[in-house]
């Protein structure tokens, strides 16, 4: 237990008793058993606890105690959903007829010519299904052999052990489940405390005591009416939001710090705190939700709830904490409309109208929120219905960037998009740096736009295979050389912006496992205000005096988009959907 502990502390993670006993619980299984399935949802601690369990022995290992298995662990990461059942077992050459093996076989000969007393984990990091699994039959019963095509047998040795990590077992067989050995590492069990209490371990100051009742207090509070009383676009773990919401705190609060010499007061600190939870708790909520967030909000902040500088907008839509942000320098909240440029009509060109973008609350906002994220060196999703600018958001976004330091590249996503075709985009855009590590060129980083993220097809099974080659990309930072079975080819310096429509009504989601690594934000459809600001910003700027528009016409133009927005709303009320017209 003591090593356990110790295992997990150099990461600065928040021991928990809990995850101690699933440690040891692992430990004993994989004594009796050379097959184990960790099991459970994202967050839950699989790959942390495995990973502890690997320290602890190694720790035990350089100690000089004697124990069983008490040796150097090493890990060997597969996911058996981001490639083919050729490139996982192998194949013959339709040319020579020459068998190739597959990257199991070249990890598994790697193990097995490795006569070192060091335990040798093969995890499966990925979804499990009855097809590709049922190939390793005589692995995983008592024969503890992985039988290839070409009639190769490769013996398991005594420091070999298998793991599956997957998140449930809903296409396992019986017969796949009956050989292994089985753990459950409920979400349940940690939530979000271990990741609180490490981030208050790693960042706590005298000057930043309010953040310790406020991260182990009032966020249960919070939490709880996230999950209870409003509806998200998109299903997200606990882990995700808090992860989320301190992704954006460590990032304002560098902000705040460089803004005020280091000198920044407790109200500061407190206000940096609810906007990080405004945008991470309720970043995925609709108009409606939002409202309601809004109101547990003011509630729980007190006399820090900027109710006297809030004005409707000129539409009888009633501001909320979503139209302000913290300004560092008044250290107050101030609205997000004072930062919208003033945009002017091109007078030497006439633009296309798809290449117009009118700078809106809702663009400087997110636009603010993406650079907030990606400084913290973590993905962003981006998700909404069409026509809330998602797409157009990310690319303005991303032609703002210092090219000197950072490059940038749009993939577009269809159903045709396969784990293959996205493993050489990415390698397309990389350069060779050293040895087996690629990077953008020239030493720079890169963002990607993946749009439309979600529309892989999802095989039968329900997996999304193109996205579990993402989060190994994501969580390994890297893939296996499709050339070179076995060869791990490592890519740094590369993040992500994603798009994709709200889930359901016959769109995709994409994993939970996947969505844990990124930020998500949901961008509402533009408000009467934000509509008439944009169309009425282009039409005074296309008709004017200069383009000889006869004055009664311009006089028109002021009430042009509001009429229209008028006749739409009134027909989207009275006009409803019927089983024959929807």
Known sequence: TDYSERGLKPSNTKVFTMQVDK???????LLARHTIMVVGPTGGGKSATMACLSSALTKLKGAGIKGQNYEKGHHYKLNAKAITMDQLYGFFDPNTREFIDGQLPSLYR??????SPDRKFIIFDGPVDAIWIENLNTVLDDNRTLTLANGDRLPMTSAMKLIFEPENLNNASPATVSRAGMIYMSGSVLGYRPLAQAWLNANLNESMQVYQSLLTEVLGVVLEFADREVKPMIHTSEVQKIQQLLTLLDALLV???????????ERHYARLFWFAVL???GATLEAGDRVKFDKLLRQQMAGLYPIEQMEADGHGQQATLYDYYVDDDSTDWESWASRVPTWVYPTDSQPEFSTILVPTVDSVRTEFLLKNVLDQKRNALLIGAAGTAKTVTADSFLLHLNSDEVLSKKINFSSATSPFIL???????????QGKTFGPPGGKSMIVLIDDMSMPEINEWGDQITSEILRQLLEDEGFYNLDKPGEWTRIED???IGAMAH???????IPHRLKRHFAIFNLVLPSDATIALIFGSILAGKYNTRYNV???VLGALGKLTEATVAVWSRVMATMLPTPDKF
């Open 23 to 29: 440690t040891i619980q692992i430990y004993e299984t």
């Open 110 to 115: 790697a193990c097995t010519e490795d006569f």
């Open 255 to 265: 902000k705040a710090k460089a803004a005020n010499g280091g000198d920044v007061a």
């Open 279 to 281: 945008w991470s708790l």
């Open 423 to 433: 493993q050489r985009t990415i390698e397309g855009l990389v350069d060779k740096r």
């Open 494 to 496: 590369l993040l992500f």
């Open 503 to 509: 889930p359901g009504g016959g769109k995709n989601d």
């Open 550 to 552: 006869p004055t009664d």
